[in-house]
């Protein structure tokens, strides 16, 4: 189908090949699908943002395979390793200060003195990175502002004709973007809320984690961006069940009726973020209903990643 490819072995070592010859990759990650290109091919990266859209003052998140990658391009620390060894891979991204002797990574970090890094928990992103040799430079593969893709056809649907090969890697297992946690301040900041829950983050620290409001006009991370993840519908939040209109798709949660779809009939915050952004594309793909409207989701565990970006997506400018 397309530039859609199986992540066979063979498949797997020609995105490597791809990435390493300046090209563009979509691959799978534990939370949404990645749009790669190698980390020090300044070219390649720019086309990332060309592809996608996306404001060259928006920083991207560099893959590693291996904590020793670490120390070749940021400066690190007992915390950073620590919590690198405990939560890697998984969902979880660090800002930290950078090695400023690698101008190759000014775009990648936006000029910014810091990077950000992550090692996701997914196979084939694993061995495409090893098997390219390099880090791999990701946000997610979707359009600017657009809602972020779960599977290899939500990245088709977007980005088909801008991208060499998109690895299928199946559904993302936990459906929400990397909690971004800032390691440059003596205290952690959560900048974007995320597939990590806030809960995990204290009960492994021991430490009062802060969350980053940010300045939505000066955006440190553009999941700050008062609107984004947006369907091209719009949007209604904490929706009660008696209050839906007929031209209003209902994303309902928990016990309610009446939805067309449920993002966890039995109230699971997991379940609920790895549905919500196909769920919300179904929305926005289904022409009987010329609106969204969502059930309240409880502002606790992932609960706060789902929040951030249903309010984000709903936001009228
Ligand atoms: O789950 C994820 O994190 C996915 C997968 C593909 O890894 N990636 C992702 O990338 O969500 P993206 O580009 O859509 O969001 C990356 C976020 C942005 O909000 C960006 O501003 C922030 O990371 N970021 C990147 N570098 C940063 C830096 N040096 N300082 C602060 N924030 C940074
Ligand atoms: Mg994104």
Excluded at 110 to 133: C, D, E, F, T, Y
Excluded at 171 to 186: H, M, N, R, S, Y
Aim: glycine share 8%; aromatic share 6%.
């Amino acid at each position: 189908m397309g530039n859609i490819y199986q992540g066979t072995q063979t498949n797997i070592e020609l995105a490597a090949q791809t990435i390493k010859n300046g090209g563009l990759v979509a691959f799978p990650t534990d939370t949404v699908y990645g749009l790669g290109a190698n980390v020090y091919n300044a070219k390649a990266v720019a086309s990332i943002f060309a592809a996608k859209g996306r404001p060259s003052f928006d920083p991207l998140i560099s893959h590693i395979a291996d904590i020793n990658f670490l120390s070749e391009y940021a400066h690190t620390d007992s915390r950073v390793i620590d919590l690198a060894k405990h939560f890697w891979p998984g969902p979880l991204t660090f800002v930290l200060k950078r090695k400023d002797n690698l101008a190759s990574l000014d775009l990648v970090c936006s000029g910014l003195p810091n990077i950000a890094v992550r090692m996701p928990n997914h196979p084939l992103a694993l061995q495409l990175i090893k098997s390219a040799g390099v880090p791999i430079a990701a946000p997610s593969a979707n359009k600017f502002k657009c809602i972020s893709p779960t599977t290899a056809q939500h990245v088709a649907d977007g980005l088909a004709d801008k991208v060499d090969m998109i690895l299928d890697g199946g559904a993302c297992k936990i459906g929400v973007e990397t909690t971004i946690i800032d390691l440059t301040t003596p205290h952690i900041i959560i900048l974007r809320a995320g597939g990590l829950s806030k809960e995990e983050l204290e009960n492994y620290t021991g430490e009062k984690i802060y969350i980053s409001h940010g300045d939505s006009n000066q955006p440190s991370a553009p999941g700050q961006l008062l609107k984004h993840y947006a369907p091209r519908k719009p949007m209604r939040i904490n929706a009660d069940a008696s209050s839906i209109m007929p031209h209003e798709f209902f994303i309902g949660f928990g016990n309610v009726q009446g939805s067309q779809l449920n993002l966890s009939p039995s109230g699971n915050l997991e379940e609920a973020a790895a549905n919500l952004f196909a769920y919300m594309r179904e929305g926005e793909n289904n022409s009987q209903y010329n609106s969204i409207a969502m059930s309240p989701i409880p502002e606790h565990g992932l609960g706060l990643a789902i929040n951030d970006r249903i309010r984000r997506a709903s936001y009228q400018e």
